[in-house]
């Protein structure tokens, strides 16, 4: 239900904001002893006390987060987690009932449960969805909590009670959750254009064509923003290729303040670069490699007139997956550390930012499949899913 990947929503990938059907995979849990290695290297987690919801007593299944090598897994399970904030003092929070390993058959039907907590711990609703492979739960705009299902899409308050639902004229190829969480951008059918919808009801807002130009044409994937998207220029296939990365916006918004389109671009060689995320319409969080052996990746803020803003790493174990949460001058990170096969997560790295910060404000490990994070609306918080239990660290003021 989870699908460990870099492109939300897609059919050949997926974004830690959704929660989507996975059959966990065997070569995954049987690689976990990696994660002994990486945690024995890996810097201090934060030592700020946080509080605790314990997720035991309504239903969590044992076993959706597991830190040592499992000896026993003759039936996997659809499994999945999920975790967002609606509004500064609520959050939801969803998982699979079954667990995914376990020493008996998978004929018992899983469901989705998602509950919402307030602040303090108190539940204020709970709802079940039957656990289907199509199924997906995501954040949307207006602290709503969106069902995908096919070409329709569902609407769900902080009561859990249905708001809305439209259906789109065929089913997307995919849909992602931006940073801000305005718009529910949705690549159509065909790949040809990506759509921005808002919500509650749903409605076209905007349209970004991609076959406009020839530049445009030759990028092969896009991270949308808020009625915007970002993609690598790059020679070929090959990953150190690049030399530009273009931000396209709807036409109909060129004459509107930060509604042009930009790009930033690298001057002295082709590199490897790769768009992460919109921090706001003229903060592009990026990853840059240079083509040598002993050079990891750097993360760089990069601005319309070509300024860059270097972050800090956090190991070179680790590599930034994904922008999961922005609030004013804060943004959140999820980091994986790679495993011994090419699905396998050996661990998870959540990390708050500041934009003129040098330094993280918060870092905290998190197990390697099905641990969430996500950053409060009003940047003062951030919650933790992991070990069946939410935790929410308060930030430092600066």
Known sequence: MANEGHTAGTDHGADPQFLRLRRASRAAIFALLALVLFSSSARADDKSKPFVISLEQFGIPKGLFPTTRPFACFHVHLAGTKLFWLDSTHIFVAFTT????????????????????????????????????????FAGPGGSIVLWRGNKLEFFDAELKATDSGELSEKPKGIWVTPLRRTIPLLSADGRNFEFYGANPLKLISTIALDQSS????????????????????????AYTCTKILVVTPDANFIQPEGAPWS???????????????????HLLISRQD????????????????????????????????????????????????????DCIAGRRFVVGDMDAHKFLFEKNGSPYFSRADLSPDGKSIAILDNNTISIYALPAN
């Open 98 to 137: 079954n667990p995914p390993c376990t020493t008996r058959s998978d004929s018992e039907p899983p469901n989705i449960r998602g509950i919402v907590f307030d602040k303090s711990g108190t539940k204020i609703a709970s709802r079940d969805w039957p656990a289907q492979d199509d199924l997906t739960l």
């Open 215 to 238: 530049e445009i044409n030759a990028v092969t994937e896009w991270v949308p923003g808020d009625q915007r998207v970002a993609g690598s220029l790059c020679k070929d296939k090959s």
């Open 264 to 282: 930033y671009e690298e001057t002295d060689k082709p590199v490897s670069l790769q768009p992460i995320g919109f921090l706001d319409p003229t």
């Open 291 to 342: 083509k040598n052996f002993f050079h990891s990746p750097q993360l760089f803020i990069v601005r319309p007139n070509g300024a860059r803003t270097p972050l800090p790493g956090v190991g070179y174990t680790y590599t930034v997956h994904d922008l999961i949460g922005v609030a004013d001058n804060r943004f959140a990170l999820e980091f994986y550390a790679q495993g011994m096969c090419e």
